[in-house]
């Protein structure tokens, strides 16, 4: 017991407890600087895009720093720490191409911007509102409300379409409408129901393209436009006055018809005869 | 205020609501019923169809309506209703884009006065001193993009009007504002109005002794060898109405010299 004490006596001295308070408070600051820089640091004449990078770039160039001081006031040699991490980056490059690949699409990512956070992208059948855009992936929360996490390197290689870049859209509506239709009543229809949406913009005026004479229908686009905010309100407000206006002015919306034959050898179809009801 | 025909196209103004009552105005177009609850204002409203339809209504209703009945329903809750309650006029809160019905040209060297119209918003204020409820259009204009591509621009209203040259054959409709535009060609070729960018958020409005609603005078002039033409913004009583009362002030002041570069062959059509 005597024996621990004197142990500790000799241990313990003056130099090595403020060695290991000053180590202490280095550690506690730098990382609640780093923490806090994380959560606050906003800077108002930047993007939510370029904040969070200000943010990352901040918190964990003061986290790095904070760790080396650390170490070298409690004595560790950092060269022969970095000698030893040089050789584990070699086995752990090996072992980690896909993240490397990540890491560096992210950077390009980056770099090019072809999107930001709060933009909404639709990558592949994935289409959702950006949330964040880190080394190794971006994560997008879908309109139904689920987090989707895409690896950089597969941004990178995919086709992104980015559908709130620009401040207006073009909605395409494919109709197609019967052979008998006389096609400028057609086309009057359109452009008068087109005036009267109010979300629907005069300019760039709506514009119509014949598609061609299909199985069941004489097929044409008709395409208007809106701003981004009110891209859902004019999809769904200009499919429903269609299909009204076209009902009101007699016009056919055409489906496909099948006949049943059930060929020459075979019997005829059943025929039952029944009144109508409102006869009987 | 509680006549059914209004005086000199004027449906804005204080009105007196009692508790538990609804009044009722028509404004063109739009169907109001304002009802006064304790503690809480409900506001219903309707459009109809036509958009220049210019009668004018306003009564206190005998019975109590199913608001819900007559159009869209909104509540405000407030401290205490008192029992003014205030409509005013304004101007709509974008630029407005005004096209000729046809195509219209000012050969060289030629100065013409055009008039065109504006639609109006109703704001809602209650109270003494009044708190805004609510604003919005008599009659929805449809949006429109002004820019030179489909990447850069503005947001406005559309509207189409015939540019008439003359005062007595432009329609005077209540929930619409009147702008006598001077248009000066001081170029060597024909100026075509295709389109033209009214500022109407930087415009004060008037009455007119006779009831017509104006914004103030608008200049549009083009010098030689300029393929554009610059829209100078006025901001006293126009020209045309002596004596005008102004009834409502600008949303916003004009920005710089007022002198807007917004015009004709910006918009090409893009597909």
């Given at each position: 017991?005597?024996?621990?004490?004197?142990?500790?006596?000799?241990?313990?001295?003056?130099?090595?407890?403020?060695?290991a308070?000053?180590?202490?408070?280095i550690?506690?600051?730098?990382?609640?600087?780093?923490?806090?820089?994380?959560r606050?640091?906003?800077?108002?004449?930047?993007?939510?895009?370029?904040?969070l990078?200000?943010?990352?770039?901040?918190?964990?160039?003061?986290?790095?720093?904070?760790?080396?001081?650390?170490?070298?006031?409690?004595?560790?040699?950092?060269?022969?720490?970095?000698?030893?991490?040089?050789?584990?980056?070699?086995?752990?490059?090996?072992?980690?191409?896909?993240s490397?690949?990540?890491?560096?699409?992210?950077?390009?990512?980056?770099?090019?911007?072809?999107?930001?956070v709060?933009?909404?992208?639709?990558?592949?059948?994935?289409?959702?509102?950006?949330?964040?855009?880190?080394?190794?992936?971006?994560?997008?929360?879908?309109?139904?409300?689920?987090?989707?996490?895409?690896?950089?390197?597969?941004?990178?290689?995919?086709?992104?379409?980015?559908?709130?870049?620009?401040p207006?859209?073009?909605?395409?509506?494919?109709?197609?409408?019967?052979?008998?239709e006389?096609?400028?009543?057609?086309?009057?229809?359109?452009?008068?129901?087109?005036?009267?949406?109010?979300?629907?913009?005069?300019?760039?005026?709506?514009?119509?393209?014949?598609?061609?004479?299909?199985?069941?229908?004489?097929?044409?686009?008709f395409?208007?436009?809106?701003?981004?905010?009110?891209?859902?309100?004019?999809?769904?407000?200009?499919?429903?006055?269609?299909?009204?206006?076209?009902?009101?002015?007699?016009?056919?919306?055409?489906?496909?018809?099948?006949?049943?034959?059930?060929?020459?050898?075979?019997?005829?179809?059943?025929?039952?005869?029944?009144?109508?009801?409102?006869?009987? | 205020?509680?006549?059914?025909?209004?005086?000199?196209?004027?449906?804005?103004?204080?009105?007196?609501?009692?508790?538990?009552?609804?009044?009722?105005?028509?404004?063109?177009?739009?169907?109001?019923?304002?009802?006064?609850?304790?503690?809480?204002?409900?506001?219903?409203?309707?459009?109809?169809?036509?958009?220049?339809?210019?009668?004018?209504?306003?009564?206190?209703?005998?019975?109590?309506?199913?608001?819900?009945?007559?159009?869209?329903?909104?509540?405000?809750?407030?401290?205490?209703?008192?029992?003014?309650?205030?409509?005013?006029?304004?101007?709509?809160?974008?630029?407005?884009?005004?096209?000729?019905?046809?195509?219209?040209?000012?050969?060289?060297?030629e100065?013409?006065?055009?008039?065109?119209?504006?639609?109006?918003?109703?704001?809602?204020?209650?109270?003494?001193?009044?708190?805004?409820?609510?604003?919005?259009?008599?009659?929805?204009?449809?949006?429109?993009?002004?820019?030179?591509?489909?990447?850069?621009?503005?947001?406005?209203?559309?509207?189409?009007?015939?540019?008439?040259?003359?005062?007595?054959?432009?329609?005077?409709?209540p929930?619409?504002?009147?702008?006598?535009?001077?248009?000066?060609?001081?170029?060597?070729?024909?100026?075509?109005?295709?389109?033209?960018?009214?500022?109407?958020?930087?415009?004060?409005?008037f009455?007119?002794?006779?009831?017509?609603?104006?914004?103030?005078?608008?200049?549009?002039?083009?010098?030689?060898?300029?393929?554009?033409?610059?829209?100078?913004?006025?901001?006293?009583?126009?020209?045309?109405?002596?004596?005008?009362?102004?009834?409502?002030?600008?949303?916003?002041?004009?920005?710089?010299?007022?002198?807007?570069?917004?015009?004709?062959?910006?918009?090409?059509?893009?597909?």
């Amino acid at each position: 017991m005597e024996s621990w004490e004197t142990f500790i006596d000799e241990v313990v001295t003056a130099e090595v407890l403020r060695t290991a308070i000053l180590a202490g408070v280095i550690l506690i600051v730098g990382l609640t600087l780093a923490w806090l820089l994380h959560r606050k640091l906003r800077l108002g004449n930047l993007g939510p895009q370029a904040n969070l990078l200000v943010r990352r770039f901040a918190s964990y160039t003061v986290g790095v720093v904070t760790v080396i001081w650390f170490l070298r006031t409690i004595g560790v040699d950092l060269g022969v720490l970095l000698g030893a991490a040089g050789i584990l980056t070699v086995a752990i490059g090996f072992a980690s191409q896909t993240s490397a690949s990540n890491v560096i699409s992210g950077l390009f990512l980056m770099g090019e911007q072809p999107f930001v956070v709060g933009d909404v992208i639709r990558v592949g059948d994935t289409t959702g509102e950006v949330l964040t855009v880190d080394l190794m992936s971006v994560k997008l929360r879908t309109f139904d409300n689920l987090q989707v996490r895409i690896p950089n390197e597969t941004m990178l290689k995919s086709n992104v379409t980015t559908l709130t870049r620009f401040p207006i859209r073009r909605l395409d509506m494919k109709i197609g409408v019967a052979y008998k239709e006389d096609l400028d009543r057609v086309k009057e229809v359109l452009f008068e129901l087109a005036d009267r949406n109010p979300v629907c913009l005069i300019e760039p005026a709506p514009l119509f393209i014949f598609l061609g004479y299909g199985d069941s229908a004489l097929n044409f686009q008709f395409s208007v436009w809106a701003t981004k905010e009110n891209y859902l309100a004019l999809l769904n407000s200009m499919h429903l006055e269609v299909k009204k206006a076209f009902d009101e002015a007699g016009i056919e919306i055409p489906f496909p018809h099948r006949t049943l034959y059930p060929g020459s050898v075979a019997e005829p179809f059943p025929v039952q005869v029944v009144e109508s009801p409102a006869k009987s | 205020m509680d006549d059914r025909t209004l005086m000199a196209n004027q449906w804005w103004g204080v009105v007196g609501i009692p508790p538990g009552e609804t009044h009722h105005w028509r404004i063109g177009p739009l169907d109001l019923w304002i009802k006064r609850l304790t503690g809480e204002w409900r506001v219903a409203y309707g459009t109809a169809d036509d958009p220049m339809d210019s009668s004018l209504e306003s009564e206190r209703l005998r019975e109590d309506p199913d608001l819900a009945a007559l159009g869209e329903v909104e509540r405000y809750a407030v401290d205490d209703t008192a029992e003014a309650l205030t409509l005013e006029p304004a101007l709509a809160d974008r630029a407005i884009i005004t096209r000729p019905e046809t195509p219209f040209h000012v050969p060289a060297g030629e100065q013409v006065t055009v008039y065109v119209s504006t639609p109006l918003w109703v704001r809602i204020a209650a109270g003494d001193p009044p708190d805004r409820l609510r604003e919005g259009p008599i009659s929805r204009p449809s949006d429109t993009w002004f820019g030179p591509n489909t990447r850069e621009g503005e947001l406005c209203y559309a509207s189409r009007t015939r540019f008439v040259l003359n005062l007595e054959n432009a329609p005077m409709v209540p929930h619409r504002a009147t702008t006598a535009l001077l248009i000066r060609n001081r170029a060597d070729d024909a100026l075509s109005l295709e389109r033209i960018n009214l500022p109407v958020e930087t415009l004060s409005l008037f009455q007119g002794p006779d009831g017509r609603i104006w914004t103030p005078d608008v200049r549009l002039e083009r010098t030689a060898e300029d393929e554009f033409a610059e829209l100078h913004v006025g901001s006293g009583e126009p020209e045309q109405a002596k004596g005008a009362t102004r009834i409502a002030e600008p949303r916003r002041k004009p920005s710089g010299n007022a002198v807007i570069r917004a015009f004709s062959s910006l918009l090409k059509p893009w597909q």
